[in-house]
């Protein structure tokens, strides 16, 4: 009796622990993201800069945890690897008449979408002028979000502030698309409107090759899209003394490390979910963003109901450890869904502690949030006091794990509500954006 008894019980516990595990949330585990985050931020990685090696190895790496989670591909690929080309524009030769006058060289700015850009016809061209005493940077910010052929009239007065834009418009100007109906041309002039004028510029062109790399768990809903994201890019190496990689450790291998250990967290669910997750780490942030907005143009935006965007969860916040805070709090209803979705328990979310930084347009969900997504960015970094920010220091050894794996915790079920479907943050009005 006693022998059956026993047998009996031990049945009874393997069938219960067995329930169980299939009923038990899988674990976000410190070593995992430590082993990743490791990887991601080793020297061997060179710094992740967009166009390099460095980066083409750390792309490989994520699409291996992809794969060896057992993650779907994006529609219309077949890899992990969302690819694209950017054009590299550096200036070769600018000639410039100006109501029968030539410019000379040193007096022209010229900015063009193209590898040769024309311009003849005044009635072509949306003109604007800088006369003595108005603000430079106003009417030259103007001009340079407007679009099609532009011709900037400066004041000679403002010949100093001219000379260091030229400076800097002289590097390589990278471009997804070319467009030769796309260029502003500004001139130092006493002309204060255009009668006639002859525009001829000319760059030396390159193409690049870089990628995004994405996943995707397909839900019971296909066209309703929750994204979670990070930039894999960083600064690469710079400098010849001392420690001359910029592992970007924080920025945002910490990000990225999140997206991998939160695509194996819902994989493992072993349940499809409601809404489909698309799981992505972005190229070429910090060089402007390319990668997000490449990504965007993939999709619907409409389809994205949120996106959850992970930057630099390596250090504990201000407001302490167990704490992050949401860029754009005022712009959706999403933080408020994230703070009650992890009421009760230990994490908080709290809205981004510094507005004036402007740190929701300075990631990639400003892209999508201009389309009308609920795209906020999840951070814990103290970024006012940082010593390591966007310096070779940012290294794996500055950081606080068991912070990062709470807050990887945390992500996860505030996310849980949207997934499942029952919550569904408001729009962002891309009308009320910068
Ligand atoms: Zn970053």
């Given at each position: 009796?006693?022998?059956?008894?026993?047998?009996?019980?031990?049945?009874?516990?393997?069938?219960?622990?067995?329930?169980?595990?299939?009923?038990?949330?899988?674990?976000?585990?410190?070593?995992?993201?430590?082993?990743?985050?490791?990887t991601?931020a080793?020297?061997?990685?060179?710094?992740?800069?967009?166009?390099?090696?460095?980066?083409?190895?750390?792309?490989?790496?994520i699409a291996?945890?992809?794969?060896?989670?057992?993650?779907?591909?994006?529609?219309?690929?077949?890899?992990?690897?969302?690819?694209?080309?950017?054009?590299?524009?550096?200036?070769?030769?600018?000639?410039?008449?100006?109501?029968?006058?030539?410019?000379?060289?040193?007096?022209?700015?010229?900015?063009?979408?193209?590898?040769?850009?024309?311009?003849?016809?005044?009635?072509?061209?949306?003109?604007?002028?800088?006369?003595?005493?108005?603000?430079f940077?106003?009417?030259?910010?103007?001009?340079?979000?407007?679009?099609?052929?532009?011709?900037?009239?400066?004041?000679?007065?403002?010949?100093?502030?001219?000379?260091?834009?030229?400076?800097?418009?002289?590097?390589?100007?990278?471009?997804?698309?070319?467009?030769?109906?796309?260029?502003?041309?500004?001139?130092?002039?006493?002309?204060?409107?255009?009668?006639?004028?002859?525009?001829?510029?000319?760059?030396?062109?390159?193409?690049?090759?870089?990628?995004n790399?994405?996943?995707?768990?397909?839900?019971?809903?296909?066209?309703?899209?929750?994204?979670?994201?990070?930039?894999?890019d960083?600064?690469?190496?710079?400098?010849?003394?001392?420690?001359?990689?910029?592992?970007?450790?924080?920025?945002?291998?910490?990000?990225?490390?999140?997206?991998?250990?939160?695509?194996?967290?819902?994989?493992?669910?072993?349940?499809?979910?409601?809404?489909?997750?698309?799981?992505?780490?972005?190229?070429?942030?910090?060089?402007?963003?390319?990668?997000?907005?490449?990504?965007?143009?993939?999709?619907?935006?409409?389809?994205?109901?949120?996106?959850f965007?992970?930057?630099?969860?390596?250090?504990?916040?201000?407001?302490?450890?167990?704490?992050?805070?949401?860029?754009g709090?005022?712009k959706?209803?999403?933080?408020?869904?994230?703070?009650?979705?992890?009421?009760?328990?230990?994490?908080?979310?709290?809205?981004?502690?510094?507005?004036?930084?402007?740190?929701?347009?300075?990631?990639?969900n400003?892209?999508?949030?201009?389309?009308?997504?609920?795209?906020?960015?999840?951070?814990?970094t103290?970024?006012?006091?940082?010593?390591?920010?966007?310096?070779?220091?940012?290294?794996?050894?500055?950081?606080?794990?068991?912070?990062m794996?709470?807050?990887?915790?945390a992500?996860?079920?505030?996310?849980?509500?949207?997934?499942?479907?029952?919550?569904?943050?408001?729009?962002?009005?891309?009308?009320?954006?910068?």
């Amino acid at each position: 009796m006693k022998k059956q008894l026993t047998v009996l019980f031990a049945l009874a516990l393997f069938s219960f622990s067995n329930f169980t595990s299939c009923q038990q949330a899988p674990v976000i585990d410190e070593a995992e993201v430590t082993r990743i985050i490791s990887t991601l931020a080793a020297d061997d990685m060179e710094g992740r800069r967009t166009f390099t090696p460095g980066i083409d190895k750390a792309a490989k790496f994520i699409a291996g945890e992809f794969q060896k989670t057992g993650l779907e591909y994006l529609d219309g690929l077949n890899s992990y690897q969302q690819k694209f080309n950017m054009y590299s524009l550096t200036p070769e030769s600018a000639s410039v008449t100006i109501n029968g006058k030539t410019i000379a060289e040193e007096d022209i700015l010229a900015s063009v979408s193209a590898q040769s850009f024309e311009l003849k016809d005044v009635t072509n061209a949306q003109v604007f002028t800088i006369p003595a005493g108005t603000d430079f940077q106003a009417t030259f910010n103007e001009a340079r979000r407007a679009e099609g052929k532009r011709v900037v009239l400066v004041d000679p007065s403002h010949k100093n502030l001219f000379t260091r834009y030229k400076g800097f418009f002289t590097r390589a100007n990278r471009v997804m698309e070319l467009d030769a109906a796309n260029g502003m041309v500004m001139a130092i002039t006493k002309a204060t409107s255009l009668k006639s004028v002859d525009i001829k510029v000319t760059n030396t062109m390159e193409e690049n090759a870089l990628g995004n790399v994405a996943a995707k768990i397909t839900g019971n809903r296909t066209n309703e899209i929750v994204v979670f994201s990070g930039h894999y890019d960083h600064l690469g190496i710079r400098g010849v003394e001392g420690d001359t990689i910029y592992n970007g450790a924080n920025d945002d291998a910490s990000g990225t490390t999140a997206v991998l250990t939160l695509a194996k967290y819902f994989k493992d669910m072993g349940t499809k979910p409601e809404r489909t997750i698309i799981f992505v780490a972005f190229t070429a942030e910090e060089m402007g963003g390319f990668g997000s907005r490449y990504f965007s143009q993939q999709l619907n935006p409409d389809e994205i109901v949120a996106m959850f965007n992970i930057e630099m969860i390596g250090k504990p916040a201000v407001s302490g450890p167990n704490t992050a805070w949401i860029t754009g709090f005022d712009k959706s209803d999403f933080g408020t869904l994230l703070q009650k979705a992890v009421e009760g328990t230990e994490y908080e979310f709290y809205a981004d502690p510094y507005p004036t930084q402007n740190l929701f347009y300075r990631s990639d969900n400003a892209t999508l949030a201009r389309l009308g997504v609920p795209a906020h960015t999840i951070s814990t970094t103290p970024i006012d006091v940082d010593p390591d920010y966007h310096k070779s220091s940012d290294e794996v050894s500055t950081l606080d794990m068991a912070h990062m794996t709470n807050t990887i915790k945390a992500i996860s079920s505030a996310a849980e509500r949207i997934i499942s479907g029952t919550d569904t943050p408001t729009r962002v009005d891309p009308a009320g954006l910068n």
